[in-house]
């Protein structure tokens, strides 16, 4: 017996050494895992869980429908029975506003939760390039998505929308049959944020309707190329499809105008509708950003025959009035912070000669609404915009 290793002697002893090796999660199983952990992050910073309604905020609303789906499938609740700390799976929430659990089967609340069920194995009984009534009424209504390869220049846009949506500057509305879809606009359809990254031009099918090519993007990082009937089709069926409003903007320098105060003008930040090649590559990140006095819109009325505004038609992204403020100062701050983002780009103007415009930027907006920000409260002095990082950068110096 002295000779015996450890492993013979627990052998002797009857114990196995071969322990049960933990089962590993399918992709499927992780998507709900973390799905359900956001729930739970949610709770804890909240105090309760998430809850259907109107009045709640619509990530609030979008985790209440997900939490209604998971407590609706018993493999999910299987699953998470171990990783349930606040008894959310047993809990007996609000039932989902548009969907009754019970009524779907185990694929189509697994799609609710937007998970794609994993395909079964192939068998003689399984049909083949064969689509399913859903599939092609869903490829009807809204194009196929594929992964979005310049998502990383958009994704500050859709940080920007959620904490915008979380501090009231914008709100969700329903989508109203018919209503109108413009370029720049963001959306919630189908428990995604959809931005309108592009309106192509308007044609006419057949039958006479006019109709428009759109790229979307969605912030889960895939995009579609969609026309505009099928869009507002699905936003109208979609019962929790919203339309994300413009933010609501206030005079720079406090959020109240006093009687005394005098309006000293606008500041203006425009996107070009030029088709250079350039130009159109980067359309969401080429911004024009300049003060006036005037009325914005007349100041463009006459952009495509102007070389200011790169020749071409511009449409206007965001605006932010001014009030007790020196115009010529404030756009040479601009001018400053911005300059390493500044394109360098020459276009011939109607004569013939070489121009190179000055105002134009690569720079996201939510940079420029920070940069707004900053002066507005005064801390903008000594920093610079740092295009490798997407962030305004303290050097030290003064403006």
């Known amino acids: ?55 709640k905020d619509i990530f609030e ?89 310049d998502f990383e220049a958009f994704r500050p846009l859709f ?34 944020t959809a931005y309108v990254a592009h309106v192509g031009e308007e044609f006419s099918n057949q039958y006479g309707h006019k109709n428009k090519r759109l790229r979307v993007i969605y912030d889960n990082g895939t995009e579609s190329d969609v026309l505009m009937r099928s869009l507002q089709a699905s936003l109208y069926k979609d019962e929790a499809g919203r339309r994300i409003t413009d933010p609501e903007v206030g005079p720079l320098f406090g959020n109240q105008i006093e009687p005394e ?14 088709d250079n090649p350039y130009i159109a590559e980067h359309r969401n990140l080429i911004h024009k950003i300049g003060v006036t006095g005037g009325d914005v819109k007349k100041r463009i009325a006459n952009a495509k025959h102007d070389a200011t505004y790169l020749l071409a038609e511009v449409e206007i992204v965001a605006t932010y009035k001014l009030f007790n403020i020196n115009r010529t100062k404030l756009e040479k701050i601009f001018h400053r912070v911005l300059a390493p983002a500044q394109i360098d780009l020459t276009i011939q103007d109607r004569f013939g000669h070489p121009v190179q415009p000055k105002e134009w930027f690569l720079v996201p907006l939510n940079i420029i ?12 002095e000594g920093y610079t915009y740092n295009p490798a990082n997407v962030s305004l950068d303290s050097n030290g110096s003064k403006p």
């Open 369 to 380: 609404a920070e940069t707004v920000e900053m002066i507005s409260n005064g801390t903008i």
């Open 261 to 274: 105060d005098l309006e000293s003008g606008t500041i203006y930040v425009l996107r070009s509708l030029s």
């Open 61 to 149: 609303r979008l985790y209440a429908v997900r939490l209604d789906r998971i407590r609706a499938l018993e493999k999910c609740r299987t699953l998470l029975a171990q990783r349930d700390p606040h008894g959310l799976l047993q809990t007996a929430g609000n039932k989902a506003e548009s969907v009754d659990p019970n009524t779907l089967d185990d694929d189509a609340l697994l799609a609710e939760l937007g998970i794609e069920a994993e395909p079964a194995a192939e068998s003689i009984t399984a049909l083949k390039h064969v689509k399913s009534r859903a599939e092609v009424r869903a490829a009807e209504d809204v194009a196929s998505r594929e992964p979005c390869k």
């Open 1 to 55: 017996m002295a000779n015996l290793t450890d492993e013979e002697l627990l052998a002797e002893l009857g114990v196995s050494l071969d322990s049960k090796k933990k089962a590993a999660l399918t992709a499927e199983e992780e998507r709900i895992i973390a799905g359900f952990e956001d729930i739970c992050r949610f709770y804890e910073e909240h105090g309760h869980a998430p809850e259907h309604g109107e009045d």
């Open 159 to 192: 940080e920007q929308v959620k904490a915008e949506l979380k501090s009231g500057s914008r709100e969700t509305r329903p989508f109203g049959q018919e209503a109108g879809i413009r370029q720049g606009e963001f959306f919630i359809l189908g428990g995604l």
